[in-house]
Every structure is written in structure tokens, then in C-alpha cells.
């Protein structure tokens, strides 16, 4: 599901318009629309895909007319879905809010709900907003919308979070599986809402799962490291069929304020993974936050940390897991001296993830500390600061490790495949070294790399991998290549790991156990 904030003004820089909620111009009393945005994609085995379209309006920033005795806005509403410029269907209409005796009573919201079936593909979704009582002109936010849903394929509905959840006593736009749902438009959520409603229906699962059960299992995760808060997660055991509906509440009462995901996972009794779907959400809770901040620190296991510099080492071993608001702090606060400020924000920083057992989390992740400063520390460079030791801090051990110090290609005479032609699906094969350039046809002598595998990265495809070299044979590896998301990427890696041996176009013997995995 996407959101959207939109604000009909001039387009501006998004604090800006933030600040024009109030909904007043300096020249008059005129207000400027706003409205928060999103939309989710179904499927429905006789009626096929369907998209819904949410605008939920601030009426304290519309402009209200008389009606009589009582005051109404309207609002010009046109929807226009299209696929390679060709448009499928245009919804026009005109949205009046509720009516007030009084303009002093405009403090609430509206939300309109519209759903219309849509095929496969991806496609353009267009909205324009238009006050009616307002000389503003209509705003027109375009917005991209992929489907593919079939019969024949497992699938995911969007993830859906949900205002209120009461049964239905009269059908409406709102009726899902007797459950009247409003949807929770923003994807923010201040700390008067202490609990998540969400729902999302699982497609043709039982062509995967035969006469089994399957899982529903539901977590929060942080945004920034894909760190599971294990306190928050909740299964759900499903009879298979064809279309199974899901909705499930989370307690976040005890969530601090920080950016999180909701994950939905789908799992069969082997506990494989078969779906899933992340939605990204801000949450504020400085009432926590400030609790937490104000706690005293001196029986907690931070408190129990009186050496400063050992305190510093801790302290700066948590950029790798840190946001960047944190990762700011901690390059502060351990170049200056201050004990219990330093023991305060350790416990802070781990009471953020964990706040029901942020002890267990510290002493988890002291180990992998431990475990990198013996392993990779290099003359006046601790573990936690080389390359190996901050992916191992950030991730985990990884699943899988090969360490080659003299690895030598022994491809006497062979080629490998590169430069691969469109037309008849065919290679180019070339000699890896050629007698030319001397030495012996075919041998390729690669600089120490070690090859780390990840089977499974939070927020990335499966089998994850990391190439670490050692450039100058003195025992220092750097991170030379990954093909995980926001790591190091180098399309000449294995050109320079083989000293120029191979050609920009060849994948080597090393290139293709990065492919492999191994």
C-alpha cells in the first residue's frame, strides 16, 4: 500500500508545505486542501484484480459554503487509471464533507473509499483534488500502481492498516468478510495509537500447501537494520483455501518513536518461507522515549560499565545497527568525556529495540562485538571498525565462508561465458590468458579473498554475498564487492581481485562462486 500527503499549492519543499496545515494565506482567510492518499490492490476469483483508492481530508483546511442553515465543503474528485497511455476508466465526482452548524466545529477528518477492478500490469494511477469553494486550481498527483494477481499463482493482497474493525450490520463500501474496515490512511502513528489493526488475504495457497496448515506469522521490524522485535511478533495457524482472509492487531504501546516495518509472512509447517510484504511506518512516542531517557541508569548493565574508554568501544560498535540521527550521536558523544551520559544513551539506544528485555539485547550483540575484535582487529584498527567486522555486526554470522589466500584458476586453455548474443542465445568464448601475454595458458592468479554468503538478509532477496580482499597481502580484507542492497558494488571486482588478468567482459572461476554462492 503507498501513501501520500498531498497539499493543493504550488509545489514547494515538503516542510513547507507541512507548514501550510494550518490552512490560512497571508493575503486572506482562504484555506489551502489537504489530504493523505494511499491505495491497496485485491483479488476476488470471479470479479479478478480491484484497487482501492483512499483520500482521507483535514476539514479545518477546506473551505466551507452555506447550505441553509449549516456549512458544507465539496471537493472535486477525478480519478483516471491508465497503462501505456492508453486510459482503462476515469471516475469523476463531486465529495461533500459532512455538514456543521458552525465554521468554529471544521476540526475532524472525512475519508472517501473507492474500489474499482483493474487488470494486471503496471499501471499509472492519476488523482486530482480540487476545493470548489476555493480559487486554488486542482492539483494532480500521479502515482504508479503494479498488479499481478492470477488464479494460478500464490500471491499477496496489500497490507491494509485499519482505523476501526466492527462487524457489519448494513453492506457497504467499507464490508469485507462481515467486518466493516476503515482504513488508516497515514502512515504515521502518534502514541494515542497503541495497537496496529491491519489486514491482507493470501491467494491460491493451496495449490502450494496440499492439505496442511499454513502460517500467518506478523512482526515489527526496524527500518534502518531489519532488527525483529521479537516481543511483537504473533502466528496464526489458517486452514489453506483459495482466498483466506487475515486480520491481526499488534500491541506497539511499548514501541518507541523510530522508523519500523510491518512484516507479514506466510510459512508452511516446515516453517519455509513462501510470502511476504513489508509496510514502512513512522512511529512517535516521546512519552516513552522520555521515560525511557529519564530512567536511572546505575543497576541496569550499562550502568555497570564505570570504564569510560571500554564504554567508548561499546558505544561506537553500534554504528553499524544505528540510524542516522544515532550514528550522529555516537561520533559526539565518544569524543567527549561524560560517563553517565555515555551509560545513559547505551541503555537508551538498546531500550529503543528492546524495551522488554534490553539487557538480553545488549549482551547479544556484545558477543558478536567480542567475537569481531578477536577475529578481524589489524594493527591499530579494532575489529568492529574493518569492513568484515561491520558486516558481521550489521548482519549477523554469515551462513556460509570461503577463505582462499592463494587461489589459482587452473583452466588450462578454457574460456568462460560473456557477451551473450540476443539473437542466436549464444556466447562469446575467450581464452582467460593467452600464451601473448605470457605465463601459463589459462592460469589466473587471484589476491586472499574470503566469500561471505547470507542465506537470508532481512529486506533482501535470498542468498545475499560479499567478496572481502586483501589488496596488499598484509592481512587487512576490505569489502571489494556485494551484491546486497545498499553494500559496495564494483562491476570490475574480479578484474581487479585477479590483477588485471581478466578482461573487464570475462566472468572468472571466482566470479562465478559469487554467483554460486560458494
Known sequence: MKRFLIIVAAVMASMQALALSSGRTDGDNEKHITAFINYATFYHPTVGPYVETYISFDAWNLNFKKQGSEYQATVEVIITLSKEDSIEWVKKYDLQSPKIASLDKDRFSFLDVQREAVSNGIHDLTIQLHDKNSSDAATVTKLQLPVLYTDKRTTLSSVQMMSTVKPTTTMNILSRNGYDMEPYVSDFLPEQVDQIHFYYEIYNIDRETRNDKVYSVCYIETLE??????????????????????????????????????????????????????????????????????????????????????????????????????????????????????????????????????????????????????????????????????????????????????????????????????????????????????????????????????????????????????????????????????????????????????????????????????
Open 225 to 518: 537494520t531489519a532488527k525483529v522485535l521479537e516481543w511483537s511478533q504473533t502466528t496464526q495457524a489458517l486452514d489453506r483455501a483459495p482466498l483466506i482472509p487475515v486480520f491481526t492487531s499488534l500491541d506497539i504501546s511499548q514501541l518507541p518513536s523510530g522508523n519500523y516495518n510491518l512484516v507479514v509472512e506466510v510459512r508452511n509447517k516446515n516453517n519455509d518461507l513462501l510470502l511476504f510484504k513489508r509496510l514502512p511506518f513512522f512511529r512517535s512516542n516521546p512519552s516513552l522515549t522520555k521515560e525511557i531517557e529519564q530512567m536511572p541508569v546505575e543497576a541496569t548493565f550499562a550502568g555497570q560499565i564505570q570504564d569510560e574508554m571500554k564504554l567508548n568501544d561499546y558505544i561506537e560498535a553500534l554504528a553499524p545497527i544505528a540510524n542516522e540521527s544515532e550514528r550522529s550521536q555516537i561520533y559526539t558523544i565518544i569524543y567527549k568525556p561524560g560517563l553517565k551520559e555515555k551509560q545513559q544513551f547505551l541503555y537508551t539506544f538498546w531500550c529503543r529495540r528492546e524495551p522488554l528485555s534490553p539487557d538480553k539485547a545488549w549482551m547479544e550483540y556484545r558477543d558478536r562485538i567480542d567475537y569481531v575484535n578477536a577475529h578481524f582487529s589489524w594493527p591499530r584498527t579494532k575489529g568492529y571498525q574493518t569492513d568484515r567486522g561491520r558486516v558481521y555486526l550489521q548482519y549477523g554470522a554469515p551462513d556460509y565462508v570461503r577463505d582462499e589466500k592463494n587461489f589459482v584458476s587452473m583452466r588450462l586453455g578454457s574460456g568462460v561465458k560473456v557477451n551473450q548474443s540476443s539473437s542466436d542465445q549464444s556466447f562469446q568464448v575467450v581464452d582467460l590468458n593467452p600464451p601473448s601475454q605470457g605465463g601459463q595458458t589459462g592460469q589466473v592468479f587471484y589476491l586472499p579473498y574470503q566469500l561471505w554468503r547470507y542465506n537470508n538478509l532481512p529486506g533482501d532477496d535470498a542468498k545475499r554475498c560479499f567478496i572481502f580482499w586483501d589488496e596488499f597481502r598484509n592481512g587487512f580484507y576490505k569489502l571489494l564487492h556485494s551484491n546486497a542492497k545498499g553494500e559496495v558494488r564494483d562491476a570490475k571486482w574480479e578484474q581487479r581481485l585477479s590483477q588485471q588478468q581478466l578482461n573487464e567482459d570475462v566472468v572468472g572461476e571466482v566470479g562465478e562462486q559469487f554467483e554460486r554462492g560458494y
